[in-house]
């Protein structure tokens, strides 16, 4: 059931986390869809008020209280700038890149937690959808588009079609729930060894340089489809995922382009959805259910493509049959759940502190990497008009990160790298990501 205006929705361990966050970037998942024709404006305008109101964090506004974060709905929700047309010079991703850094971020303070903008370009129309990272995740931001297009083509022969409230819970309580006390006392103890990797030894005299926030900026590169041929059948002859291969692609790209330190110390720092936990068919609700897994090949880089991708492959297989993506979950749910928010706060800095000044040994930037997986092109298509592409993009990361995002569509896969100006230059940013796919091209077939 939707909040009234003077209903409280606790904030889940996970709003809690991406509260935290908003120190280590400007809060908003972006998604681009690029369309080969027009869209109808007014019809889309009425499916985000639908999915606005089906979904009740978005209307929501966050309250920070020192011992119990809550939402609560937004005193006028209907006059929400959820929903406008903007007319751009381009059309489709070229459009897109300039536009995603021109509105300022969403208020948590204040909502509404999304934005929905529709480009017009010279012949073609893009979608570009945000959504506040403490509200929703990469899985979010697909359930919250999927909805969206669900209710345009709706409305298209019901102009009375409305949805229903979601009322399915939120927070990583789902996923607490799968695993036995046993296995949670594992899961802890192997988030102590994976911050190893990163906080040992730790030399707090070592400071990541720490440049303005200001100048945030997105860079977008789609890999030819050859390539991303290429990239299966590597992990197929490896096997390996997709994954692995372009794990394995960014970070020596990384090396090469951007941070030469990191070719003697390649580390990264991931995220995973942790929706692979939920029994099949569970019912979902925009939110966040994400966690982080510390990729350290130690000192080897590898001598070419298909070595890095094996020494990936091999370790996410190991972290997969061990907790992938929850072994900082007990510590940081002891943290929230025993401490004053502030003070939570306070420790996840420090730890969060030293974690950027590890992985950014040796160099000045650290990577932090996503993979949102692929968009269906039935559940994106609107009407007649079909999609060209789209993915979900990474937050503009604050220094010393520079973040990475992959999204799929049919042949395509999409990066967009998400930083600020004073961490790394956008030049060496460009040759980075065309970097990534030399390595592609180039690697023996």
């Known amino acids: 059931m939707a909040p009234r205006n003077n209903d409280k929705i606790p904030a889940v361990l996970e709003d809690r986390i991406l509260y935290w966050m908003l120190n280590s970037h400007d809060a908003d998942i ?67 890149e300039a536009f995603l850094t021109r509105e300022p971020s969403t208020d948590i303070r204040t909502g509404p937690l999304a934005r929905i903008r529709l480009l017009r370009g010279p012949t073609r129309d893009t979608l570009v959808l945000r959504i506040n990272h403490t509200a929703g995740d990469g899985g979010g931001m697909r ?52 911050a190893g990797r990163f906080l040992w030894p730790v030399h707090f005299h070592k400071k990541a340089p720490r440049g303005n926030r200001e100048n945030r900026l997105f860079l977008l590169h789609t890999l030819a489809p050859e390539n991303t041929f290429k990239v299966r059948d590597m992990g197929r002859k490896l096997s390996a995922t997709v994954n692995d291969v372009m794990n394995a692609a960014l970070l ?68 997969k049959q061990n907790f992938l993506g929850l072994a900082n979950i007990p510590l940081t749910a002891c943290l929230f759940g025993s401490l004053p928010f502030p003070v939570a706060l306070f420790c996840h800095d420090v730890l969060g502190d030293l974690q950027k000044n590890q992985s950014a040994a040796g160099g000045g930037v650290a990577l932090l990497y996503s993979n949102t997986g692929a968009l269906s092109p039935d559940a994106i298509r609107l009407g007649d008009i079909s999609a060209e592409n789209a993915f979900i ?28 100006a004073s961490t790394v230059d956008p030049p060496a940013v460009r040759r980075f990501l065309k970097a990534v796919e030399e390595e592609i091209q180039t690697a023996e077939s």
């Open 393 to 420: 993009t990474t937050p503009a990361a604050f220094p010393p990160v520079l973040s990475v995002c992959l999204g799929g569509f049919e042949d395509k896969i999409t990066m967009s790298a998400g930083f600020c």
């Open 30 to 96: 972006r998604l681009v869809a690029a369309y080969d024709g027009r869209l109808d404006s007014a019809r889309l305008e009425r499916a985000a008020r639908l999915v606005f109101a089906a979904e009740p964090i978005l209307y929501c506004r966050f309250v920070r209280h020192p011992l119990k974060p809550h939402w609560v709905r937004m005193d006028y929700p209907e006059s929400a700038d959820i929903f406008g047309t903007v007319r751009v010079d381009r059309d489709g991703q070229e459009g897109a």
């Open 252 to 319: 020596r790209a990384f090396a090469s382009s951007v941070n030469p330190a990191a070719a003697g110390l390649p580390r990264a720092v991931g995220t995973v959805d942790l929706r692979r936990y939920l029994p099949e068919g569970s019912e979902t609700t925009i939110c966040n259910l994400s966690g982080f897994y510390y990729l350290s090949l130690g000192t080897r880089l590898g001598a070419d493509l298909a070595e890095t991708a094996t020494l990936v492959r091999d370790q996410l297989a190991e972290m």
């Open 143 to 194: 359930d919250l588009f999927y909805l969206l297009c669900q209710c345009y083509n709706a409305l298209e022969t019901d102009p009375a079609y409305a949805l229903p409230r979601n009322t399915a819970p939120r927070g990583l309580s789902r996923v607490a729930k799968t695993f036995k006390p046993r296995q949670m006392v594992g899961m802890a103890a192997r988030g102590a060894k994976e």
